[in-house]
């Protein structure tokens, strides 16, 4: 922090403080508080109950986490594949070609997400390729809204890797391809590993192009989120939040064990 006396500094954690409580703590504070209610006494919930996560963790409630969770490893692994050698490939290409791509791989992330669920669907519900109704259809959308983000992490991880690594292997004899596995790629593994739960979390929460496309034997967790509150179980979609966020926090965690032990090799 460039804040050097301790009335600066304790002003500055002031001003965090206000602005953080208010819009990030405080609304998932409430979220989890409500998930233990029953009804609201004034601004606040009250009724303390454990009932509302017997219905979150049983029968639809956890079939939905389950086709969230495979939605967002499939998506999020497709994502870093082709991200990552879209990013490899802008490396060695020229600054036209380069600023080509940037500008298609960000285009998804241009424009709402509700018109990425719109396009893939005109654009995969007739032959040749008829996706509509699949869960394939839904993974798809989760992996168009997703790669710009691996290729925007694995580009800034290669502009700063330090090319003399390549260059010594490449004097040692080494082939092009034997550098990329054995040099590059390990180098980029904490960045890849970012990139990949930063997809993974992103594709966990998509609600908007998932309204969309979804099947009904393919429903993720945020769509029966967004039904139970929609019809007024506003209790039982807070649990359905919670249990949400808790996957996706423990996931992100175990990511970023890897990341760290990766960051050491």
């Known amino acids: 922090m460039l804040v050097h006396s301790r009335k600066g500094r304790w002003g500055a954690w002031a001003v965090f403080a206000l602005l953080f409580v208010p819009l990030f703590a405080l609304p998932l504070l409430i979220?989890?508080?409500a998930s233990f209610s029953t009804n609201w006494s004034g601004a606040f919930p009250s009724g303390p109950t454990a009932g509302h996560y017997e219905a979150a963790t049983r029968g639809e409630s956890l079939a939905a986490l389950g086709v969230s969770l495979q939605t967002a490893i499939g998506a999020s692994l497709v994502a870093l594949v082709l991200?990552?050698?879209a990013a490899l490939s802008a490396s060695v290409v020229g600054r036209r070609a380069r600023r080509v791509l940037d500008a298609l791989f960000m285009l998804p992330v241009a424009v709402p997400s509700v018109v990425v669920g719109l396009a893939v669907l005109v654009a995969y519900s007739k032959p040749p390729v008829t996706l509509n109704g699949t869960r394939w259809i839904v993974i798809l959308a989760h992996t168009v809204l997703v790669t710009a983000f691996a290729f925007q992490s694995v580009s800034a991880a290669l502009t700063?890797?330090?090319?003399?690594?390549?260059?010594?292997?490449?004097?040692?004899?080494?082939?092009?391809a034997y550098v990329l596995w054995r040099v590059k790629l390990p180098l980029l593994l904490p960045s890849l590993n970012a990139a990949a739960g930063l997809c993974f979390a992103l594709s966990m929460g998509e609600?908007?192009?998932?309204?969309?496309?979804y099947p009904p034997d393919w429903m993720p967790l945020p769509v029966q989120i967004f039904a139970a509150?929609?019809?007024g179980s506003l209790f039982t979609g807070s649990a359905l939040a919670v249990v949400l966020m808790a996957t996706t926090l423990l996931v992100l965690l175990a990511v970023?064990?890897?990341r760290t032990k990766a960051s050491y090799r």
Not at 160 to 176: C, F, H, I, N, T
């Open 31 to 33: 979220v989890v508080v």
């Open 229 to 231: 509150t929609d019809r």
């Open 160 to 176: 700063r890797l330090d090319p003399a690594y390549e260059q010594a292997a490449a004097s040692l004899g080494a082939r092009p």
């Open 256 to 258: 970023s064990r890897v």
């Open 83 to 85: 991200g990552t050698w």
């Open 207 to 213: 609600l908007s192009a998932t309204m969309m496309l």
